[in-house]
């Protein structure tokens, strides 16, 4: 049941905006902090990138792939809109990368093309959605399009969903070390922690200095955040899923809704932490 103080103080922004707000709170040691729609299904968007970068990092830890391996980035890799390996950018052949960029670019530009390219050596959606499988989340959690195959879709649909529950205890098994060895866990959340496209979400009105590991996903009308935050004492950590779907407002407006939930719910967090 959530803090009744707490959800006093979430609701204005909650209900501050078209659309729906999903969100999911929880503590490593306490445990469920406040929950909102948080089992309502939401598109995912680039947030489900997340299990794509573990399924590619587990193949690492199985030796079937390495980090330091050489990619070749084909013109037919790259799909309609990438923020770094774009048409715009590398229309002629001579690109390659190492794994260790590519996932690096997926997760903290949010980048396309490295998505795909991480797909295809994770082996593909079957293994990714077998690993799912595997951790009891392929329920909760459908990961089912490449980014290539979702852009040929026309409208939103089932594909790519999940709950924001669903998310954020995806991220605690992540940071408890279930998923990946320790180095591997440790180099995805490094990626995480200079997400670039995130500074106006989960970690805007946060404390300076606060460690934060997340992920967004963005299209029109879709505006999310994902993370794992260090409180301050270092001991315990809160991990946060804020999913908004079909909302009419701006970007802008949404993040700023995620960036204020976020904050209330750290100081509350802070607050009662013992």
């Given at each position: 049941?959530?803090?009744?103080?707490?959800?006093?103080?979430?609701?204005?922004?909650?209900?501050?905006?078209?659309?729906?707000?999903?969100?999911?709170?929880?503590?490593?040691?306490?445990?469920?902090?406040?929950?909102?729609?948080?089992?309502?299904?939401?598109?995912?968007?680039?947030?489900?990138?997340?299990?794509?970068?573990?399924?590619?990092?587990?193949?690492?830890d199985?030796?079937?792939?390495?980090?330091?391996?050489?990619?070749?980035?084909?013109?037919?890799?790259?799909?309609?809109?990438?923020?770094?390996?774009?048409?715009?950018?590398?229309?002629?052949?001579?690109?390659?990368?190492?794994?260790?960029?590519?996932?690096?670019?997926m997760?903290?530009?949010?980048?396309?093309?490295?998505?795909?390219?991480?797909?295809?050596?994770?082996?593909?959606?079957?293994?990714?959605?077998?690993?799912?499988?595997?951790?009891?989340f392929?329920?909760?959690?459908?990961?089912?399009?490449?980014?290539?195959?979702?852009?040929a879709?026309?409208?939103?649909?089932?594909?790519?969903?999940?709950?924001?529950?669903?998310?954020?205890n995806?991220?605690?098994?992540?940071?408890?070390?279930?998923?990946?060895?320790?180095?591997?866990?440790?180099?995805?959340?490094?990626?995480?922690?200079?997400?670039?496209?995130?500074?106006?979400?989960?970690?805007?009105?946060?404390?300076?200095?606060?460690?934060?590991?997340?992920?967004?996903?963005?299209?029109?009308?879709?505006?999310?955040?994902?993370?794992?935050?260090?409180?301050?004492?270092?001991?315990e950590?809160?991990?946060?899923?804020?999913?908004?779907?079909?909302?009419?407002?701006?970007?802008?407006?949404?993040?700023?809704?995620?960036?204020?939930?976020?904050?209330?719910?750290?100081?509350?967090?802070?607050?009662?932490?013992?």
């Amino acid at each position: 049941m959530n803090d009744k103080s707490l959800e006093a103080q979430l609701n204005p922004w909650l209900n501050s905006i078209t659309g729906t707000v999903g969100v999911f709170a929880s503590q490593s040691k306490q445990g469920l902090l406040f929950a909102h729609n948080s089992d309502q299904i939401f598109y995912l968007a680039s947030t489900y990138k997340l299990p794509i970068a573990v399924q590619c990092l587990r193949c690492v830890d199985q030796g079937q792939v390495k980090l330091d391996q050489w990619v070749e980035v084909n013109h037919q890799d790259i799909p309609e809109y990438s923020p770094i390996l774009d048409h715009r950018h590398f229309s002629y052949p001579g690109v390659k990368l190492s794994v260790q960029n590519l996932i690096r670019l997926m997760i903290e530009y949010s980048d396309n093309t490295a998505s795909d390219l991480v797909l295809k050596l994770a082996g593909g959606i079957p293994s990714v959605r077998k690993f799912l499988n595997e951790f009891g989340f392929l329920d909760a959690i459908s990961i089912d399009l490449s980014i290539m195959e979702s852009f040929a879709e026309t409208e939103i649909s089932s594909h790519d969903s999940a709950t924001p529950e669903a998310m954020a205890n995806f991220l605690n098994q992540l940071v408890a070390g279930k998923f990946l060895s320790a180095s591997s866990t440790q180099f995805l959340l490094e990626c995480m922690q200079r997400c670039k496209t995130g500074t106006a979400r989960i970690r805007a009105l946060l404390p300076e200095g606060t460690v934060v590991a997340s992920k967004t996903g963005t299209i029109t009308g879709f505006v999310h955040d994902v993370g794992i935050i260090d409180l301050p004492a270092r001991t315990e950590k809160l991990t946060l899923a804020i999913y908004i779907k079909e909302t009419t407002v701006s970007q802008k407006e949404a993040e700023n809704v995620i960036a204020n939930i976020s904050k209330i719910i750290f100081d509350h967090a802070v607050s009662t932490f013992p």
